[in-house]
C-alpha cells in the first residue's frame, strides 16, 4: 500500500458482462470505499484479448492484452480474474499467488476442477483467494459457509444455483410456456451462457455444487465427481401432473453427508409446494442449508448478472483490502483436509414419481404393484389420468427407496406388455 496516499491498486483480468460490471462498481463508489475501509482502490491495470477495443466506462490507457505487465508490476496486490474458462485463467491465477498477489475470482469452471491446487497454492504463499461469486453471483453463501458456520457441522445443502432453469421452469409451471420459448426468452434476458447447454444439462449447477461440497465437508470433489442431469426430459405434463398432486420441479443441487458418503448431485426435484425453495421463481437462486446446531437457514438472491455479480466481486476485493492493511492476508483458507468418497447415484435414497403410459383396461395396476413389490418398492399414492385411445397416463409416487432398487423396478416394468412406456421418472423431496 502506498502509504502517503493510502490507495490498494488491482487488476482486472476480463472485461465482459462481470469485469464491465466491476469496473463501473469500483468507479461508483470510489468516494465511498477509503470511507469503509480507510484506504482507496485503483484498478491499474485491464487485461482484455483485444486491448485496441474500445469498451464503455473505461479508459483505454488502463486496458493491456499484455499480462507480463501487470504479473511484474509490484504496485498490483490484487488480481481480479474474470476471464472465464480452465486454461489461461488457471496459469494466470496460479501465476498471481507464486508473485504474492492476491486473487478475486467469479470462476466456477475452474474452482471446480482445479480448485483444490489454486486453494493450495493461495495457501502455501499465504495469499488471500476470494470466490463469492463464483456460486450463486450476489448471494452471500460462500463467506456465511466458510466463516460464519465453520463452528458448526453441515449436515446438507440444497440449492437452486442456476437462474436460466429455474426461469424455464418457472415459465413452464405458471404460464404454459415452452420449453424452447422459455429458452430463447432467457437467453434474450441475458441469463444464459452462450451455449446454454451449460444451464439446460445441468453442469453449471453441477459446479457450484462441487464446490459448495468442498467447503462444507473439506474434502476434494469436483465437477465429475457430481451426478448430474438437466431439465431437457422434464415434459410439460410432468410439470401439469406436478401440480396438480401439490409438488413443484424444480433444477435442484443437492450435498450432504451420508452413511460416511458425501452425496453431490444436481437433477431435477419434485417439491411438495410449502418448501422454501419451491417459492424461488423466474431468474432468481436460493441455497438452503441446515446445520447441525444452527438447523435451518435460507439464502436468496440475484445469481446472475453484471453488476449483482459484480457486487459479489467488489464485497471480496474490499475484504482482501481490510487484509492487507491490516497485515492478515491468507487468514482464510480452504482446509480439504479429510478424504471422503462421493456415494454413487445408486445408493442414494429417494421418493419418485413415475409416469408412464399404460393398457387401459382392468388388472393392469395389479401387474405393475406385483413387479414393485418384488423389487421392495413401495407405494404412496396412484393415480390414472389422461385416457385416450385404450392409453392410460398411470402416475406414481414411491416410497422411499434406494435408488438401485427403483432402477431395477423400472427395468422390470418396461418388459411388461400392458406397460407402453416409462415417460419420467422425477425424484420427489
Ligand atoms: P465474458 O462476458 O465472456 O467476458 C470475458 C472477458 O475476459 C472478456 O473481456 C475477454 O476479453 C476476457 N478474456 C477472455 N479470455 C482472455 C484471455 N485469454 N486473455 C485476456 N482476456 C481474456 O464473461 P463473463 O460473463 O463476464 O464471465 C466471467 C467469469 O465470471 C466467468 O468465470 C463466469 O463463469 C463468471 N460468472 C459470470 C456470471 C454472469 O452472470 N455472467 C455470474 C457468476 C459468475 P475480450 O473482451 O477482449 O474478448
Ligand atoms: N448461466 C448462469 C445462470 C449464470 O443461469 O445461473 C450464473 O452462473
Known amino acids: ?33 477509503p470511507h469503509r475501509i480507510g484506504c482507496e482502490l485503483d484498478i491499474k491495470k485491464v487485461l482484455v484479448r483485444d486491448a485496441s477495443k474500445s469498451r464503455e466506462g473505461i479508459p483505454k490507457e488502463v486496458l493491456t492484452d499484455n499480462w507480463d505487465e501487470i504479473l511484474n508490476d509490484k504496485d498490483i496486490q490484487i488480481v481480479i480474474e474474470l476471464m472465464g474458462g480452465t486454461g489461461v485463467a488457471k496459469s494466470r491465477i496460479l501465476d498471481a499467488l507464486s508473485a504474492g498477489k492476491h486473487v478475486v475470482t467469479a470462476n466456477k469452471d475452474l474452482l471446480a476442477e482445479h480448485g483444490a491446487q ?11 483467494i476470494q470466490f463469492e461469486a463464483a456460486v450463486a453471483g450476489a448471494i452471500p453463501i460462500i463467506r456465511p459457509l466458510m466463516q460464519n458456520m465453520a463452528g458448526d457441522n453441515i449436515t446438507e445443502i440444497m440449492g437452486i444455483v442456476n437462474g436460466t432453469t429455474n426461469y424455464i421452469l418457472t415459465k413452464m409451471t405458471e404460464e404454459g410456456v415452452s420449453y424452447q420459448d422459455a429458452l430463447i426468452d432467457a437467453q434474450k434476458q441475458g441469463y444464459a451462457e452462450s451455449d446454454p447447454s451449460a444451464d439446460v444439462d445441468g453442469w453449471d ?32 405434463d410432468d410439470v401439469r401432473y406436478a401440480g396438480e398432486l401439490g409438488y413443484v420441479i424444480k433444477l435442484v443441487g443437492t450435498t450432504k453427508y451420508t452413511d460416511g458418503k458425501v452425496e453431490a448431485r444436481v437433477h431435477p426435484l419434485m417439491l411438495t409446494k410449502d418448501h422454501p425453495l419451491a417459492s424461488v421463481r423466474n431468474s432468481f437462486n436460493a441455497i438452503f442449508v441446515n446445520g447441525e446446531a444452527m438447523d435451518d437457514a435460507m439464502f436468496m438472491g440475484r445469481g446472475a448478472g453484471s453488476l449483482p455479480t459484480a457486487s459479489a466481486v467488489l464485497g471480496d476485493v474490499m475484504d482482501v483490502m481490510r487484509n492487507i492493511i491490516l497485515g492478515c492476508c491468507g487468514r482464510v483458507q480452504v482446509e480439504n483436509y479429510r478424504d471422503i468418497p462421493v456415494m454413487d447415484i445408486d445408493e442414494i435414497q429417494s421418493k419418485y414419481f413415475i409416469r408412464m403410459k399404460v393398457e387401459d383396461r382392468p388388472g393392469v395396476l395389479a401387474e405393475i404393484a406385483v413387479v414393485l413389490g418384488e423389487n421392495e418398492v413401495g407405494i404412496a399414492n396412484v393415480a390414472q389420468k389422461d385416457t385416450a385411445d385404450g392409453v392410460a397416463d398411470l402416475l406414481f409416487i414411491i416410497e422411499s427407496v434406494e435408488e438401485a432398487h427403483m432402477v431395477e423396478a423400472c427395468e422390470a ?12 421418472v422425477i425424484r420427489v423431496y
Open 413 to 424: 416394468m418396461r418388459s411388461l406388455d400392458c406397460v407402453y412406456s416409462i415417460a419420467s
Open 118 to 128: 489454486i486453494f493450495a497454492a493461495a495457501k502455501e504463499n499465504n495469499c488471500d
Open 1 to 33: 500500500m502506498s502509504e502517503e496516499k493510502k490507495v490498494i491498486h488491482a487488476a482486472l483480468l476480463g472485461a465482459g458482462t462481470v469485469g464491465g460490471g466491476v469496473y463501473k462498481l469500483a468507479k461508483k463508489m470510489k468516494k465511498e470505499i
Open 205 to 236: 449447477a453441477a459446479r457450484k455444487i462441487a464446490i459448495i461440497a468442498q467447503l462444507i465437508y473439506h474434502t476434494n470433489v469436483t465437477f465429475a465427481d457430481v451426478y448430474t442431469e438437466g431439465i431437457t426430459s422434464v415434459m410439460p
